[in-house]
């Protein structure tokens, strides 16, 4: 995994859609969702979650294989919890064939590229098309642009990721795992977009 090597949860070996905990009884307060990473290779995607997850940036990170896997709880201002069961994809071209594993039953996707990559821009919009064609149709998704520390070599316009996530119905936000910048409101902003199960 990029950003050093994941310990899984011990306590989710069973993984569900979203809310199937307590016998499947949905809690609109306590909300457990699977969240997907996608992008190309070395945009940050495990650096943003090693943020996230631990706080911790890591500049001599590993390349993810395959998939990692870490969960996070926040809690929002209206005390409701949401925990994110988040897999981390590996974003090298041999591996965009198991892709539809991980998001299959994903309530969340976050699709990343480089402000620095207009390569890793164009691969984030294949992410959108591949999540449209085959995701959850109730997905959330956000167009993140990482690596916001490095507003001196950006080849990405803010302006074309506010434009394309507006186009396809997504929330936009740029980051830098380095520096932690927005890697905190990403996570809540998401959470603030989930669809919430209906209170009994």
Known sequence: MGCSSSIPDRNS???????L??????????????????????V??????????RGQFDPTSKVTVGASFLSQTIALQDSTTVKFEIWDT??????????????????????VYDITSPESFAKAQYWVKEL???GSPDIVMAL???????HEMREVPVQDGIDYAEKNGMFFIETSAKTADNINQ????IAKRLPRPPSS
């Open 13 to 19: 070996g069973r993984l569900s859609g979203p809310n």
């Open 21 to 42: 905990e307590n016998g499947g009884l949905a809690d609109p307060k306590n909300l457990r969702v699977k969240l997907v990473l996608l992008g190309d290779s070395g």
């Open 144 to 150: 993140v642009g990482n690596k916001a520390d490095l």
């Open 90 to 111: 590996a974003g090298q071209e041999r591996y965009a064939a198991l892709a539809p594993l991980y998001y299959r039953g994903a309530a969340v996707a976050v699709v």
């Open 132 to 134: 449209q064609k085959h």
């Open 44 to 53: 940050g995607k495990s650096c943003i979650v090693l943020r996230f997850v």
């Open 186 to 189: 990403l996570f809540e902003e």
